[in-house]
């Protein structure tokens, strides 16, 4: 199985701030990668596929890049409603894991 | 809409078994991947299977294989997840979530991208 790592595992930010937060495949995915924001509560809301395409709805202030085993997602500039926990998912092989998580809480 | 409502969740002892549904309406669910995704308490997310459009494939994380079974009826628009032997571990929030497609270039590239509300499992005596 494919394990997927990510970092940091939380960050304290401000609004307005560019927030970055990687994501490591065990193995190659090509750009087999999906970034998810979970809110307390809630369901995960997909936020891009294919490691840089962006969901239809999302705010383009969200972007990912990478490809084999290294991802970025990035938030360009923080919003109040972008504090959240943000999952990477591999979608190259069954079983499509996910990595542990990226706390964005407030400074 | 698109929507995804689960049901069957609940307090069951260790070694019991439980039936969860997923009711999915907005959409032509047939021709849909779907799957089950699962998140214990304070924890992350992990996948936990899937199911092709016509039934024909079933993918499993080796946590559950041989003790969770997922299908579809098609003509009622319903996902299921039959779970046998169960453990305290397996206590979490299960989502029924669609697969979409996203094809570019002559590739595809899977994403969820509508979850239900989650249903409650606790294993526990």
């Known amino acids: 199985d494919i394990q997927m790592t990510q970092s940091p595992s939380s960050l304290s930010a401000s609004v307005g701030d560019r927030v970055t937060i990687t994501c490591r495949a065990s193995?190659?995915?090509?750009?087999?990668l999906n970034w998810y924001q979970q809110k307390p509560g809630k369901a995960p809301k997909l936020l891009i596929y294919a490691a840089s395409s962006l969901q239809s709805g999302v705010p383009s202030r969200f972007s990912g890049s990478g490809s084999g085993i290294d991802f970025i997602l990035t938030i360009s500039s923080l919003q109040p409603e972008d504090f959240a926990t943000y999952y990477c998912?591999?979608?190259?092989?069954?079983?499509?894991?996910f990595g542990p998580g990226t706390k964005v809480d407030i400074k | 809409e698109v929507q995804l409502v689960e049901s069957g969740g609940g307090l069951v002892q260790p070694g019991g078994s439980l039936r969860l549904s997923c009711a999915a309406s907005?959409?032509?669910?047939?021709?849909?991947?779907m799957n089950w995704v699962r998140q214990a308490p304070g924890k992350g997310l992990e996948w936990v299977a899937n199911?092709?459009?016509?039934?024909?494939?079933?993918y499993y994380v080796d946590a559950v294989k041989g003790r969770f079974t997922i299908s579809r009826d098609n003509a009622r628009d319903s996902l299921y997840l039959q779970m046998n032997s169960l453990r305290a571990e397996d206590t979490a929030v299960y989502y029924c979530?669609?697969?979409?497609?996203?094809?570019?270039?002559?590739?595809?590239?899977?994403?969820?991208?509508?979850w239900g509300q989650g249903t409650l499992v606790s294993v526990s005596s």
């Open positions: 907005g959409f032509t669910f047939n021709t849909y991947w």
């Open positions: 193995q190659t995915v090509s750009t087999y």
């Open positions: 979530a669609r697969q979409s497609l996203y094809c570019s270039a002559g590739n595809c590239y899977s994403g969820i991208d509508y």
């Open positions: 998912q591999q979608s190259y092989s069954t079983p499509f894991t």
């Open positions: 199911i092709k459009q016509d039934g024909s494939g079933e």
